[in-house]
């Protein structure tokens, strides 16, 4: 029973700190009304964080993530990509509502690029921003320096790195970073070395970090696959990162 209580307690308490931390934005894409969430530092002058949450939409694992990079001086938008109305209840939703942007990937760079808007007027400075993504997020970070958005650099976390074929390479000027668990059955060899090819093809400054003994959603400490070692080692390569391009 005392751990019951302490539990929830814990739980309240970090609802509380998310509530407090982070705040709600409307903004729309034409008659679609999309949420986002944005720290508490807005409306100074400072470089500013994308983040593109996993399938199921705006999570916990987003949250903690923007409440920690506003600790690091910057201030974060979690995007809403999916919108009021179409958010997943369950895997299958969230499979076929991901599945939609990733086939309708200029659809995805168009909210990408919506939610960017919405963060230079909380005050992030315009050539100081960067994209981050977990899974579904994780693509989107791709296909933000594929859509050339006014970015300084990308970092995709176990995100799908595939594209259609059909797709041409493109020069990418974005800068990139690609955190990649060595287990993810999600990532076939070919998806792997097609994106070697492709940022190797646009010439762009590209780097690629493995994580050993790590399966796909390996940075959630929600899910079965969390991996508490290597999450920690990805979120410092990650601050690395951005302070690099950022700061």
Request: aromatic residues 8%; proline residues 3%.
């Amino acid at each position: 029973m005392l751990r019951s209580i302490l539990l929830t307690t814990l739980f309240m308490a970090s609802g509380s700190l998310f509530s407090q931390k982070l705040s709600s934005v409307s903004y729309q894409d034409g008659t679609q009304k999309l949420n986002g969430l944005v720290t508490s530092n807005a409306g100074k002058k400072l470089p500013g964080v994308i983040i593109l949450p996993a399938w199921k939409g705006i999570d916990e694992e987003a949250k903690t993530a923007a409440t920690e990079l506003e600790k690091q001086g910057y201030i974060a938008f979690i995007a809403d990509i999916y919108g009021e109305g179409n958010i997943p209840s369950d895997n299958a939703s969230a499979m076929k509502n991901s599945g939609y942007y990733k086939e309708n990937y200029e659809a995805y760079q168009k909210r990408i690029l919506l939610a960017l808007e919405q963060l230079k007027k909380k005050g992030a400075v315009a050539d100081k921003i960067a994209v981050i993504g977990y899974c579904f997020g994780g693509t989107g970070a791709l296909e933000s320096a594929r859509g050339s958005l006014p970015v300084a650099g990308v970092v995709s976390i176990h995100g799908s790195l595939a594209k259609d074929p059909k797709r041409a390479n493109g020069p990418i000027a974005t800068k990139i970073l690609v955190e990649h668990p060595a287990d993810d059955q999600s990532v076939s060899k070919e998806d792997y070395d097609n994106l070697i090819k492709e940022m190797n093809a646009g010439n762009a400054d590209w780097q690629i970090i493995t994580y050993a003994h790590s399966k796909h959603t390996f940075t959630d400490p929600k899910s079965a696959d969390y991996n508490e070692v290597m999450a920690k080692r990805a979120w410092n390569h990650t601050l690395m990162f951005l302070k690099e391009i950022l700061k």
